[in-house]
């Protein structure tokens, strides 16, 4: 990309953060909240954020204050909501507010998603590892 093409790029990918961001209101989530969107051919194809599978109780957390273990990422409801829409992800870009986890990573390369970008890491990074060795443009953009 010549040099105008990479400054208007950056400007839309920080543009779909702060979308993404705003997105992330939307969870019910105590301890973090997270958003997301797929992008392709600069239309959002679909979006997410973290939470509990549709028809449960909009409570993340246990009493004890840890997270329920099937609350869903906001990357997982981002790929199956487009997976519902009948459109497709292949060579979509992920916009997500936290750098994704090892099992979001997994459905991310499935998904044909070649760019990842987020603004926040994660408490681990196998997840960007494995999308590095899977060919996945990673890039990081701090808040």
Not at 53 to 62: A, I, T
Not at 99 to 128: H, M, T
């Amino acid at each position: 990309m010549e040099k105008g093409a990479d400054a208007k790029q950056l400007l839309l990918d920080k543009r779909y953060l702060a979308m993404a961001a705003i997105w992330a209101q939307n969870s019910y989530c105590k301890r973090r909240q997270v958003g997301a969107l797929l992008v392709k051919e600069k239309m959002i194809i679909s979006d997410g954020y973290n939470g509990t599978p549709s028809g449960f109780e909009n409570e993340c957390e246990d009493d004890k204050n840890v997270t329920k273990p099937y609350v869903l990422h906001a990357e997982a409801n981002a790929i199956t909501k487009v997976a519902r829409s009948g459109n497709s992800s292949q060579g979509a870009t992920l916009y997500v507010t936290s750098s994704p986890c090892i099992e979001c990573a997994k459905l991310i390369i499935q998904a044909g998603i070649v760019r990842v970008v987020f603004s926040e890491n994660y408490r681990v990074d196998d997840g960007i590892q494995l999308l590095k060795r899977a060919g996945v443009d990673i890039v990081h953009i701090h808040p």
